[in-house]
Structure formats: C-alpha cells, structure tokens
C-alpha cells in the first residue's frame, strides 16, 4: 500500500464513520439521539415536506452513502448521496457563516471537500471498487458530484420558508 493509497483510506474512513454516525443517529435513535421522531420534528422547523420521509430518506442516504463511501465501493454513488445531502445542510447552515457554535457550516464544509476530494481522485487501491476492478472514467466522480448539487438544489428549494422563519 501506497502513502497515497492509505491517505485515500483513512479519509474515506473517516468521512464514512461521521456520516454513519449522523444517519444511524436518524433511523435508530443510536447515540441518545431520539432517532426518527427527534429528527422529524427538526425536519418539520426546517420547512421539509412531508418531514418523516424526509427524515428518513436523509439518514437511510447518509447510512447507506456512508457504507459505499467507507468500503469504497460504487464510490460515484456513494460521492452523490452523501454530497447531496451536505447540500442541504450547508444550506441550512450557510447563513449562519463558518462558526460551528453559531450553527454555521464549518463542519459541513469541511466534509463535502472531503467528499469531493474522493471525487476527484477516487477511492484508491484500498476499496472494494479496486478488488472488484470496477474503474470508472475520470468524468465519474464530476458527474456524481453535479448530480449531488442538482438534487440537493431541488431538495433545498421545496422546503417551505415560511415553516422554517418562524421561531
């Protein structure tokens, strides 16, 4: 293995446990959460309709992205669901600016350029893409990642503001 191959590793590992951990956190409750209702009510304040399927189309994508992402296999898919959904939340954090301890979109950045990174220079030769011999074209990883902004886009733009203005 490669210096390369196991900077590849270690961030797709790490990006692919943090992304777990919130997913789980969703559809389980893991982690003193309050799982799916907790996270509908939040969907609801934000404006997402309807909020329980959002809930759980958001932590069923980030567990699943996170799983692809972290065994680095089908890794264009795992690139767009999990950039889709940081599409979202950096919407709903960008407001706000970087700072984290006024809700901003520090954390959430840092994680899509990571998840862009993988992107752009795959998931190296420590991935299941690599046991299987599953070579995507360079354009691949671009492509998941326009299909993760037009998605997040659309996701983002039917939240209703009104819902997500009141205190």
């Known amino acids: 293995m490669t210096a390369v191959d196991a900077g590849q590793l270690v961030l797709r590992l790490v990006l692919a ?13 893991w982690f003193d959460s309050g799982g799916l209702d907790r996270a509908e009510a ?17 932590g069923m994508t980030e567990t699943a992205g996170a799983v692809l ?11 767009a669901m999990i950039a889709g959904t940081l599409v979202n939340v950096l919407a709903l954090h ?3 600016g970087l700072d984290s301890r006024k ?15 993988i992107a752009l220079i795959g998931p190296g030769a420590v991935s299941l893409d690599h046991a299987f011999g599953l070579a995507y ?3 691949a990883g671009v ?4 299909a993760a902004a ?5 996701v983002v733009r039917s939240r209703d503001r009104m819902t997500a203005a009141r205190p």
């Open 137 to 139: 074209p360079d354009w």
């Open 94 to 96: 960008a407001k706000n």
């Open 42 to 58: 939040f969907f609801r304040s934000q404006g997402f309709r309807p909020p329980r399927v959002m809930a759980l189309v958001a």
């Open 69 to 79: 992402l972290g065994t680095g296999l089908a890794t264009p898919l795992a690139v």
């Open 17 to 29: 446990v943090t992304m777990a951990f919130h997913g789980t956190q969703k559809l389980f409750g």
């Open 103 to 117: 809700h901003g979109c520090e954390h959430e950045l840092m994680l899509l350029a990571g998840v862009v990174s």
């Open 143 to 146: 492509a998941a990642l326009g």
């Open 150 to 154: 037009v998605a997040g886009a659309v």
